[in-house]
């Protein structure tokens, strides 16, 4: 039994081998792939690779352009205005303002606010007499801007009164330039009630941009703001234009002191309407044509810039029917000029380093009728100020102004004024950036003569010749 056994293992053995090479034959393909195919088949699984690495990008790009609009959208509809309804408006940081405004720049709406808050200390030697409190001098909001294009624009402003905060009309005029470069200039009318232009270098100059906490008190006895105010209503011819060095205004107008007036001549109950007219030129030497409106230098100041101009203004008055039958012809000018020095602020910027502004102004009245005092009176006044600016942030002040009025006309025992002041000026912001429109002004001034009644300055009126000083601290936000 034995030797059968051992032949029936090998036979087993024999069996699966060669059942495993018949297994194995039939696994092996009929041809073994050729070198084209297995690179045919390499580029197809790179091309396949390639289109994956496609299409993943274009979805990561899908999904930043998607979050890109989902932004924009957002952005949009947080401000002011739809960009898509052509209209813009917002913060403007540059100018320091809030605006609306088309897009092609035709319609533009600016409304603002001036605010000055101040602190005033005042002491007159007539019986050691001290003074001192606080108030808001000036609040005023307006709104400006342009209408159906650049050449056509306009200006409405209210303003509290010295006390008690009721709000009256101050400016509210319409301006059309109706020619460009005819005879060297831009050619233009205004119409409505403004300030007298002739009286430039204090009056005419805005609230906003005054070197002293206020205007100087020649400005108040013979100026600008003498005589009753210097709002008129009527209407303005102008000669101007940026590169014209000459400017020119022709005004007709309803006469001195005629702002918030209707056109009735003289009434029963004592309102006066009168008429005059005015005329004023200004020549510029050299620099730009922005920084003749501006006292502190520091809106501007980019060229050293001069220029010197003088105004005339004819007024004729009647007295009311009520009272003795007299008029009053007037007879007002102005002559003055701007120098403004700038210094290298930095690579290809410039800025004011110094301002000087001069004026002298006068009167001259001649009452017709049956007028019971002297035939005429007249007053003279002259004024100078100075900026200086320590850096951007810091500028210091003086002015000194003198007041001769008529003596046959005083009121109190001298009749020549005298103001002596200094200052300085702190511009908020980084480096004074802000400039005008926020800042903290101080001065100290004396009065050796005192002063006569005078609205708004905070100087106290007195009824003799003692010296009177004046402390005054303000704090100016204009958007």
Known sequence: MYQPKRRFIPAIMAGVLGFGVAVAAAAQPATQPSQQDLQSQVQQLQSQVAQL??????????????TEQVLRDADQHSQMLDSTSGMTGGWDSANYRFFLASEDGNFLFHPGIISQFR???????????????????????????NIVNKDLTYKVQLQNTDQGGAMSLEYAWGQLVFAHDVLGGDWGVRAGQYKNPVYHEEEAT???????????MVDNLVGGNALGGPYVQGVNLMYTGNANPLHTQLLFVD???????????VTSTGAQDKFGAAFRADYKFFGDWADNSDATGKNSGKKDFLAI?????????????TEAN??????????GGTYLMTQANGENARSTKLIVYAAFVGD???????????SNECDIGQLVQVGYFLCPSWELTARYSGAEMDPRFKTMTQSTFHEIGVGIIRYLGDNGSAGNHAKIVFDANYLPNGSPAITGLGYQAQDSDRAEVVFRLMFQVWI
Not at 206 to 216: A, F, K, P, Q
Not at 255 to 265: L, Q
Not at 364 to 374: H, I, K, Q, T, V
């Open 53 to 66: 690495r496609a299409d993943q990008l274009q979805r990561q790009a899908d999904e930043v352009a998607a």
């Open 119 to 145: 602190y005033i200390g005042s002491w007159k030697s007539t019986h050691e007499n001290w003074e001192d409190g606080f108030e808001v001098r000036r609040l005023k909001v307006y709104a400006d801007g």
């Open 206 to 216: 805005g609230d906003n941009v005054l070197l002293m906490v206020d205007r100087s």
């Open 255 to 265: 006469g001195d002191n005629s702002g918030n007036t209707d056109f009735i001549n």
């Open 309 to 321: 101009g003088g105004g005339v203004d004819f007024s004729q008055s009647d007295t009311p029917v």
């Open 326 to 335: 007299f008029g009053t012809n007037t007879l007002r000018w102005d002559v």
């Open 364 to 374: 001259y009245r001649a009452f017709r009728g049956d007028f019971s005092g002297p």
